[in-house]
């Protein structure tokens, strides 16, 4: 499942560096893209009826919290927070539990590829 990549696959440290797509070391949760993978997998999921149904409407709520959430500016709403992140991995270890993958051995030999 593409959730255990997102919760173990990417740092929850937050840099004190601006992270690019372009930089050896680029897998922070703090970046955008990581939150728009996240979206993108629990919107598929849900098409796909993946998650249980008790975690449902907290997914949608989750879902909706993310499309408001700004990136790329100096502001500081743009920036996420340890909460943030504490929030999502929160969120993932439930759905990883209710729906088994949570004892599922994840293999991430091959995640520090530059490339990825």
């Given at each position: 499942?593409?959730?255990?990549f997102l919760r173990y696959g990417v740092k929850d440290e937050i840099?004190?560096?601006?992270?690019?797509?372009?930089?050896?070391?680029?897998?922070?949760?703090?970046?955008?893209?990581?939150?728009?993978?996240?979206?993108?997998?629990?919107?598929?999921?849900?098409?796909?009826?993946?998650?249980?149904?008790?975690?449902?409407?907290?997914?949608d709520e989750l879902c909706e919290w993310i499309k408001g959430l700004?990136?790329?500016?100096?502001?500081?709403?743009?920036?996420?927070?340890?909460?943030?992140?504490?929030?999502?991995?929160?969120?993932?270890?439930?759905?990883?539990?209710?729906?088994g993958f949570a004892d599922t051995p994840l293999d991430l030999t091959?995640?520090?590829?530059?490339?990825?």
């Amino acid at each position: 499942m593409a959730l255990a990549f997102l919760r173990y696959g990417v740092k929850d440290e937050i840099p004190t560096r601006i992270v690019r797509g372009n930089d050896s070391d680029k897998l922070y949760k703090v970046r955008g893209n990581w939150w728009s993978s996240f979206l993108g997998d629990l919107e598929i999921a849900t098409r796909r009826s993946m998650i249980p149904g008790e975690l449902q409407s907290e997914t949608d709520e989750l879902c909706e919290w993310i499309k408001g959430l700004t990136f790329g500016t100096d502001e500081p709403e743009s920036l996420r927070t340890t909460a943030d992140i504490q929030r999502a991995n929160d969120f993932i270890d439930r759905i990883l539990a209710a729906t088994g993958f949570a004892d599922t051995p994840l293999d991430l030999t091959d995640l520090e590829s530059p490339n990825r």
